[in-house]
T-cell receptor, first 116, second 115 residues
Framework: GNSVTQMEGPVTLSEEAFLTINCTYT??????LFWYVQYPGEGLQLLLK?????DKGSNKGFEATYRKETTSFHLEKGSVQVSDSAVYFC?????FGGGSQGNLIFGKGTKLSVKP | GAVVSQHPSWVICKSGTSVKIECRSL??????MFWYRQFPKQSLMLMAT?????????EQGVEKDKFLINHASLTLSTLTVTSAHPEDSSFYIC???????????FGSGTRLTVV
């Protein structure tokens, strides 16, 4: 079935370090791909998205490229800040048919802690 | 942008009582809203798809009679946890979107604690 696999955390980095959080997916058709961020005590916020192969989503210094050939959507940031500490979720969406069209399938989340 | 408001943000209730959680789309109409549940240190799991004017579609393993969903208007869906038990304690989040391609907007979530 359709699924999302993320690297397991927690990930601990020093400020200004380079960040990569791996995400791969399994899906039929052509899903849209998303990264969501959840700050402590808050709900999810959309961080970036890509809707077709080779699209690059970017926001707040984060980037992810939709790679169909490797079914991946890895999240990267060149220089993390303490304020980036949060849980990051990779997700996919698509028209899977039936009553659940459009619902998101999430990875398990990766907790990032950035130390000053 | 699309805004989804969820209320309450946290609630504590006694075992056996019912709790209602509201999810509102503030600046768009949503014929479909989604309800998720998040266990500690785990991902969100889709519970059900709420459809305006019709019955909700529940995911496998989710008890329909325990988690009552009502989507009476294009801007409001409610989730009622009936006869709550401590194992129902969790973080519940709703989401909606005016257009799938835009990405989904989530409510801020409701932390339910059943004592």
């Amino acid at each position: 079935g359709n699924s999302v696999t993320q690297m397991e955390g927690p990930v601990t980095l020093s400020e200004e370090a380079f960040l990569t959080i791996n995400c791969t997916y399994t899906a039929t058709g052509y899903p849209s791909l998303f990264w969501y961020v959840q700050y402590p005590g808050e709900g999810l916020q959309l961080l970036l998205k890509a809707t077709k192969a080779d699209d690059k989503g970017s926001n707040k210094g984060f980037e992810a490229t939709y790679r169909k050939e490797t079914t991946s959507f890895h999240l990267e940031k060149g220089s993390v800040q303490v304020s980036d500490s949060a849980v990051y979720f990779c997700a996919l969406s698509g028209r899977f048919g039936g009553g659940s069209q459009g619902n998101l399938i999430f990875g398990k989340g990766t907790k990032l802690s950035v130390k000053p | 942008g699309a805004v989804v408001s969820q209320h309450p943000s946290w609630v504590i209730c006694k075992s056996g009582t019912s709790v209602k959680i509201e999810c509102r789309s503030l600046d768009f109409q949503a014929t479909t809203m989604f309800w998720y549940r998040q266990f500690p240190k785990q991902s969100l799991m889709l519970m059900a798809t709420s459809n305006e004017g019709s019955k909700a579609t529940y995911e496998q393993g989710v008890e329909k009679d325990k988690f009552l969903i009502n989507h009476a208007s294009l801007t409001l869906s409610t989730l009622t946890v009936t006869s709550a038990h401590p194992e129902d304690s969790s973080f519940y989040i709703c989401s909606a979107t005016p257009r799938v391609i835009s990405g989904y907007t989530f409510g801020s979530g409701t932390r339910l604690t059943v004592v």
